[in-house]
């Protein structure tokens, strides 16, 4: 490892520290910054790119955006039909 990325990751360590601390003291835009550049010097530190990161993001994004609107259907789709007469677990959707 180099002399840089040891650097770093002193600087990940007492980020990380002191975001922990913001939001115990219920710092919470302090904490969301220091979690932010947190992220930025993990970016740095395993040579991730925007592009990439910008993908990542949008994936996860989606991915959120996909559980929060099944929950707000909030209902549970059960087939019917001979597997149910049978004692069979019935297909869940």
């Known amino acids: 490892m180099t002399d840089r990325n040891q650097q ?3 600087l990940i360590d007492r980020l ?3 975001a922990r601390v913001a939001q ?3 710092l919470d835009d302090t904490s969301r910054l220091l979690a932010m550049a947190v992220l ?3 970016t740095k530190l395993h040579a991730i790119s925007p592009d990439e990161l910008q993908s990542f993001t949008r994936a996860v994004a989606h991915v959120v955006e ?3 609107r099944e ?3 909030d209902s549970t789709h ?3 039909g001979e597997n149910v007469k049978n004692g069979q677990m019935p297909f869940r959707g």
């Open 16 to 18: 990380s520290s002191s």
């Open 24 to 26: 115990a003291l219920s």
């Open 78 to 80: 059960v087939e019917s």
């Open 40 to 42: 930025d010097l993990q």
């Open 66 to 68: 996909f559980r929060a």
């Open 71 to 73: 929950a707000s259907n």
């Open 8 to 10: 770093i990751l002193v």
